[in-house]
């Protein structure tokens, strides 16, 4: 009689834990910037588990890496499960890699008991979700999706000036295989919750029910050079200073619209940046969410006028920009209440929440029907070397992305 697949809880924490030494910080972090050396350890690390595993890996021209366990019947399109193996600077061990590495998980569950199912499966890594390194981020789905141009993709440059597309043949991660342009049935990500909600409920999964409304802002401050020891005070015209007012503004903001909304400045950038110049220009970058696209549109109206306010107080130019808007997706609700259906059966609490945060999964929502499944998060910290999953959240998220996989990859 065939077994019924079980997670192997303890070989998914220790491989989460040996990917998360790939980069390991002091502070018990990890940093793999999207295709550094460290990135390209990680995908071999996951060629190597997913090979052992029986499956075939390819890769394509954005270096997405699918992972694939053939179905029983071909002319099915795949089940995806995935998320991404690049982190912040620094970042946690599981951010993003709880999602590949369940997929691994799930694949050697049903070989274990030799399982088959109709349709394959394929577990990706899709490059550079953080956006840490090359701007925007979500970029290996946004382009498998046909949000962003693979051309646009390629030219993106760090703020070294290094190429994207010159740093994915350098860690031999540029595939041949064509981004996107294939059914895919259904998508489910596997993530931390990256926020304390189901902590304070004393749930153990979340099924996400929408995402929020995002932006960022980028805004030039000009001034005028100066000799710092020498330029009569009364004459300065430091850029840097109406940054630091802008900075505070931009905090109150964020502040004045929490829960449902945040801001910060988040990027500072100044020249020419030395102890003996007055600066002449700073340029900032902030991030924004909320919950409506009203609240949205306010946090940049407010930042707009406190940008024309000090420019008016200072004397300076302040230029004011928005881009890499984020609108709202509606995940499937049939999925999400099978997602809450299955954490029931396996004796989980669970609860709908949205997300924040973008994910890999917003991208495919536009391809396919996409679940996210949120385990917590201590304290809900994550970008950061404190972030931290225990091993039973680990394991729970794990049964619940199997059990799903098994439903349907099943499913005709």
Known sequence: MTALPKIDANRLWVDIMTMGAIGETPGGGSFRPALSDADREARNLFRHWAHEAGLTVTVDAIGNMFARREGSDPSLPPLMIGSHLDTQMPGGKFDGVLGVLAGIATVRALN?????TKRAIEIANFTNEEGARFQPGVMGS?????LLPLDQALKCRDDAGTVLGDELARIGYAGSLPVGGRPVHTYLELH?????ELEKAGAMIAAVSNSSW????FIDIHGENGHSQTAAMS???NSLVA??????EIEAIGADNEPEGMVSATVIRNWPNNRVNIPHLSKLSYVAVHTTEEGRARIIERIEAASQRIAEETGLTIDATTSHYRQRVDLSPELSGQVMQVASQ????????PTLTSHD???MHHLCQTAIIFVPCRDGISHSEKEWCDPEQVTAGARVLLDMAVMIANDS
């Open 112 to 116: 274990e008991a030799n399982v088959t």
């Open 142 to 146: 946004g382009v498998f999706a046909g």
């Open 192 to 196: 931390i919750e990256q926020g304390p």
């Open 214 to 217: 995002g932006c960022s802002g």
């Open 235 to 237: 004459k300065r015209r």
């Open 243 to 248: 940054a630091a007012r802008l900075i505070l």
């Open 346 to 353: 396996l004796g989980y609490a669970s609860m709908l929440l």
């Open 361 to 363: 999964a917003l991208s």
